[in-house]
């Protein structure tokens, strides 16, 4: 049976999610609201693999937190807790039960298989993940969270770097950001660069 401190805990991400992110909004524009101090760009398939849930635990050590909520929000029609599509990590939840979660009854309803977008955020809020599985880019902000070890261990599962990194040439093995239009190029660098945890 769920706590009610857990119902809190995943009442309180949820809102956190949909107030970290302008739902207009996707790339190369900003796609965050309020106020944040860095941004970290990645592959989306991180979110989709195994070790996703290794990075949110990690995360939310960091930060305090307990629950993280993780939203599609291309198949939530209202954003309302028991309307929109949602799963949830906390520090019992398993790689096992994570896939599983994403596979759903499979390609027909699976997250695993959308081209879809996503957002991941805590019941604390001071990071969020965004991710365009259709554009194979995600990015996570930060804002107001303990720098140190443990959360460069946490950033360094998924791979986050600067977007002035990532666009170098022969930067990033995992996905060519260098090879990004033009467009996309200036930006990205306009609305995620010039600033860092």
Not at 15 to 39: L, M, Y
Not at 48 to 75: Q, T
Not at 85 to 109: C, H, K, S, V
Not at 134 to 142: I, T
Request: proline share 5%.
């Amino acid at each position: 049976m769920i706590s009610n401190d857990e119902d809190l805990s995943r009442l309180q991400a949820f809102k956190n999610a949909a107030a970290s992110i302008d739902f207009d909004q996707v790339f190369p524009d900003q796609v965050f609201c309020g106020e944040w101090q860095g941004f970290l760009f990645f592959q989306s398939d991180y979110v989709f693999a195994p070790e996703f849930v290794d990075f949110v635990k990690e995360i939310l050590e960091v930060e305090l937190g307990s629950m993280a909520c993780i939203v599609n929000l291309d198949k939530t029609e209202a954003y309302e807790i028991h309307q929109a599509a949602l799963l949830f990590i906390n520090e019992e939840t398993d790689q096992r039960q994570y896939m599983e979660a994403l596979r759903g009854d499979g390609p027909a309803d699976g997250w695993l298989y959308a081209m879809d977008r996503f957002i991941c955020t805590s019941d604390v809020g001071r990071w969020c993940v965004y991710c365009e599985k259709s554009n194979d880019v995600a990015v996570v902000g930060l804002r107001d969270i303990p720098s140190g070890n443990a959360l460069d261990v946490a950033l360094g599962r998924v791979h986050a770097k600067p977007i002035e990194v990532l666009l170098k040439d022969g930067a990033s093995p995992q996905f060519p950001f260098d090879r990004l239009i033009p467009a996309w190029r200036q930006g990205l660098v306009e609305n995620y660069g010039r600033c860092e945890p």
